[in-house]
């Protein structure tokens, strides 16, 4: 079973803050994604990154793919309120199914 | 609207009962996929269509869960026989042809009481 472990599950800064979500996995998938979900929504993609040691940004968003293409991490420079959510990565099994890690939910305090 | 739509958005039903879930997947998208997440967790595979047919129904925890495509669009999930442990939000995504982003839908909330 491909299971993916996020750490930390709960994060609570203040705004201006930097922060780093790690997801982490023992397989190998063939793409990571990364998602954001709000209260009574479904999640919605942000980044994929797909070749090992990839990083990519998104504004103040920085996510990389480690080098084996098992693990991924999501940096946030000088946090907002607007940040506040629940941020999911997933693995894709080929091109079929996501295997999602459990979720980091990050509040940013004013 | 362009995106993934389910209803009901919340079903409250006894222990013991059917229900279905229905999805309208993005006009279009051939790839279905069924997704299951509990309180505090990440979303858990159950089922992916690729036009009418099911390509993988390797996460549907038992055959009380069955799911259906019959046209290639709308599919329903079925769940028989409820128990209080199917209780969570059953997640619809589609995809243009089973590859790139899975759009997904608001979810339906399942309270098995």
């Known amino acids: 079973t491909q299971l993916l472990e996020q750490s930390p599950q709960f994060l609570s800064i203040q705004e201006g803050e930097n922060l780093t979500v790690y997801c982490n996995s023992s397989?190998?998938?063939?793409?990571l994604q990364w998602y954001r979900q709000e209260p009574g929504e479904g999640p919605v993609l942000l980044v994929t990154?797909?070749?090992?040691?990839e990083v990519k940004k998104l504004k103040r968003l920085t996510f990389q793919f480690g080098d084996a293409r098992k693990d991924s991490s999501l940096h946030i420079t000088a946090a907002q309120t607007g940040d506040t959510g629940l941020y999911l990565c997933a693995g894709a099994i080929g091109a079929q199914k996501l295997v999602f890690g459990q979720g980091t939910r990050l509040t940013i305090n004013p | 609207g362009a995106g993934v739509s389910q209803t009901p958005s919340n079903k409250v039903t006894e222990k013991g009962k059917y229900v279905e879930l229905r999805c309208d997947p993005i006009?279009?998208?051939?790839?279905l996929y069924w997704y299951r997440q509990s309180l505090g967790q990440g979303p858990e595979f159950l089922i992916y269509f690729q036009g009418t047919g099911a390509a993988d129904d390797s996460g549907l925890p038992n055959d009380r869960f069955f799911a259906v495509r019959p046209e290639g669009s709308v599919s329903t999930l079925k769940i028989q026989r409820t128990e209080r442990g199917d209780s969570a939000v059953y997640l619809c995504?589609?995809?243009?042809?089973?590859?790139?982003?899975?759009?997904f839908g608001p979810g339906t909330r399942l309270t098995v009481t």
């Open positions: 995504a589609s995809s243009l042809q089973g590859r790139g982003e899975q759009y």
């Open positions: 006009s279009g998208h051939t790839a």
């Open positions: 990154v797909v070749t090992g040691g």
């Open positions: 397989s190998v998938f063939s793409s």
